[in-house]
């Protein structure tokens, strides 16, 4: 069954300092348990203190959890990439995928990151705006 007003978008940001490992594990965990009550999915990457995450859900949830994410002081300069309706999840079994190229902000297993890594480079004829501009974050920032 497809689900009914599914809403996704993509934006970037900027940590006000750098994250340590720790940070990031509590800011996951809580982002996690809140997203899966909320039915939200998607997939955050951190590199080099910027952030660019895509987020997906029923469309009045999403507004919910973008304000609160909007809210959080560890991000500053909020820039909104895109913003589409949307047919089904690209990011369904994840409540919070996560990826980063710092060593020192490195969370998750490295079959996970293996996984998000092929995500994001793009496999489909027709990728959305959302992909394009993952793949472009995820190609660009860092080492
Ligand atoms: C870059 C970034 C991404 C976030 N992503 C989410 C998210 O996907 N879902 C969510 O509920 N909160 C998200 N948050 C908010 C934080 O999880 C949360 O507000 C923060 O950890 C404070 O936790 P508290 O809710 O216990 O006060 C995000 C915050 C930042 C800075």
Redesign the pocket.
Known sequence: MPEPDLDSLVYV?S?VRL?SFDEIT??????????KE?G?T?V?L?IGGN?M?Y?EGPKNNLDI?YK??R?????TGLILVSREAIEGRQFGDW??AYQTKDVESYVGSPSERRLIEMILELPNDNPSAARIALHGFWDRSGS
Do not use: P
Not at 26 to 35: H, I, Q, S, V
Not at 71 to 75: A, P, S, W
């Open positions: 940001s940590a994250l509590y800011l996951l965990k809580r982002a996690r348990e809140r997203n909320y939200i998607g955050l951190y952030f995450q987020i959890i609160i994410i809210k959080d002081e560890q991000h409540s919070m």
